[in-house]
Every structure is written in structure tokens, then in C-alpha cells.
């Protein structure tokens, strides 16, 4: 059964800092990752899709990484701002399940003006 | 990209009663789904919507529980049945369009069970 794990659970960090978060996986055959923001009481928001094949994709300050091998993806986050204040959640979609995602319990994002 | 909407935004509702949440996407995806969020954890899938079958229910989730329809390819049902304080929780709707890798979700129905 997969299993995803997010460190840290919660990050406070000053305005402009860069950050990382840390998502790790235990069954390595996925077929993709997907990392997400969600503001409080609200839905999800895409935000980077890696492809099993890819090592990272970029978007603006974020910049995600995939170790498939070793089960790690990162989320990194340049000069923050207080509107990146949100829970970052990552999930994986294993090859065999369809398209079925698997989601860590998310980091809680703090960005202090 | 899909763009996802869901009604009710939110409910307070009784013990006992039933709450249908209707999903509705403005392109037809080939996939939808269906999640709960309880208080202060993560994503887990309740089942994937089926056109014009039968939905498939995950580990713990039954048809009795929640129903689901799917008439067509842009919308979808989940009712939640006999309510409980325990079923209050957030439930998003899912969608994946044809030839792109991307999960949508809806903006979520947050639903408080007295």
C-alpha cells in the first residue's frame, strides 16, 4: 500500500526566505506526482505535475524535484511572500491504480510579513 | 484546464438526514472522483464516479452510504446518507481530462453534521 509522508508539518518562515518541503513515498511505481496548495476551507490548486520520467519542473518561485528511485520529491519555494501562506499537500498516482492519487497529510505554509 | 464547481458550498445539517452534494465541470473528463477531507487531515478517496454505472467505492466507503451518480461526462452526484457528527468534513470533487496528466478539484463542500 502506498504511503506518502510531508516534512515539516508546519513551517513559519520570514517574508523573502526560500524553503523547501519534503515529500516521500514507499512504493516507487508511480506514474506521477502532483503538488498542491490549498487555502484555508477551500479546494485544491495545482500547482507543478512531475511525470515519473521528469527530475523537476518549474513555475515562477516554485520548483519541484523527483528522486523516484529513492521516494523523495522536494517543493521548493523562492523569496516567499506572505500570499504563499497555505498547506502544501503532495500525491502520487501509482502506474497500477489508475488514476487514483495518494496524498501526504500536507505542510502547513506560514509566510510572516 | 478544468474548471471544477460544486453546490452547496457548505451545510449544517441534522443527524439523521441525508445531503446530496452535486459536482459540475465545464469539460468532459473521463475521470471523476470523489474525496473527503476530515478536520485537520488529508485527502482520502471515497470512489470513482462511473458514466452510467455503478460507482467504485475504495476500502470503507459503501453504496448505501454515499450513492453517487454519474448521468454524463460533465456532472455528479454524492449523497451523504444518515448523517452522523462524524461524517462533517470537507468533500471535494475530481476531475481528469482526456490526454492531460493534471487532477482538478473542486472548491469543496464543507459539511457540519449537529
Known amino acids: 500500500k502506498q504511503e506518502v509522508t510531508q516534512i515539516p508539518a508546519a513551517l513559519s518562515v520570514p517574508e523573502g526566505e526560500n524553503l523547501v518541503l519534503n515529500c516521500s513515498f514507499t512504493?516507487?511505481?508511480?506514474?506521477?506526482l502532483q503538488w498542491f496548495r490549498q487555502d484555508p476551507g477551500k479546494g485544491l490548486t495545482s500547482l507543478l505535475l512531475i511525470q515519473s520520467s521528469q527530475r523537476e519542473q518549474t513555475s515562477g518561485r516554485l520548483n519541484a524535484s523527483l528522486d523516484k528511485s529513492s521516494g523523495r520529491s522536494t517543493l521548493y519555494i523562492a523569496a516567499s511572500q506572505p500570499g504563499d501562506s497555505a498547506t502544501y499537500l503532495c500525491a502520487v498516482r501509482k502506474e497500477t491504480s489508475g488514476s487514483r492519487l495518494t496524498f501526504g497529510e500536507g505542510t502547513q505554509l506560514t509566510v510572516n510579513p | 484546464s478544468a474548471v471544477i464547481s460544486q453546490k452547496p458550498s457548505r451545510d449544517i445539517c441534522q443527524r439523521g438526514t441525508s445531503l446530496t452534494i452535486q459536482c459540475q465541470v465545464d469539460?468532459?473528463?473521463?475521470?471523476m472522483f470523489w474525496y473527503r477531507q476530515q478536520p485537520g487531515q488529508s485527502l482520502t478517496l471515497i470512489a470513482t464516479?462511473?458514466?452510467?454505472?455503478?460507482?467504485?467505492?475504495e476500502s470503507g466507503f459503501v453504496i448505501d452510504k454515499f450513492p453517487i451518480s454519474r448521468p454524463n461526462l460533465t456532472f455528479s452526484t454524492l449523497t451523504v446518507s444518515n448523517m452522523s457528527p462524524e461524517d462533517s468534513s470537507i468533500y471535494l470533487c475530481s476531475g481528469r481530462l482526456a490526454g492531460i496528466p493534471q487532477q482538478f478539484f473542486g472548491p469543496g463542500t464543507r459539511l457540519t453534521v449537529l
Open positions: 464516479a462511473n458514466q452510467g454505472s455503478e460507482a467504485t467505492y
Open positions: 469539460s468532459q473528463v473521463t475521470m
Open positions: 512504493d516507487s511505481a508511480i506514474y506521477n
